[in-house]
Nanobody, 115 residues
Framework: QVQLVESGGGLVQAGGSRRLSCAAS????????MAWYRQTPGNQRELVAS???????NYADSVKGRFTISRDNAKNTVYLQMNSLKPEDTAVYYC?????????WGQGTQVTVSS
């Protein structure tokens, strides 16, 4: 069973930082790339960042230079370090793992950036 559990969301002032965590089932963590998406009301989920099993990363243009995705294989956890946060970063952030033709998602964690 695929399980993804996010944590770390909350309210932060513009310019501040926040670190999100996603704990994944052990049997999937070491075998698959992981990603963070975000979604605002009325909009589709958008890719924020992804990381392969070997650690190669990819970022949306809107977060490059501010966000960092990383993974700790010993803890089966992927992180999203968010710095220099902006009000437009306000969203529900979701952890994702694509396995074959299926996408698996966590429950989401709300990040609100106040101006």
């Amino acid at each position: 069973q695929v399980q993804l559990v996010e944590s770390g969301g909350g309210l932060v002032q513009a310019g501040g930082s926040r670190r999100l965590s996603c704990a994944a089932s052990r049997y999937i963590f070491s075998s698959y790339a992981m990603a963070w998406y975000r979604q605002t009301p009325g909009n589709q989920r958008e890719l924020v960042a992804s990381i392969t099993t070997s650690g190669a990363t990819n970022y949306a243009d809107s977060v490059k230079g501010r966000f960092t995705i990383s993974r700790d294989n010993a803890k089966n956890t992927v992180y999203l370090q968010m710095n220099s946060l902006k009000p437009e970063d306000t969203a529900v952030y979701y952890c994702n793992v694509p396995i074959g033709t299926m996408d698996y998602w966590g429950q989401g964690t709300q990040v609100t950036v106040s101006s």
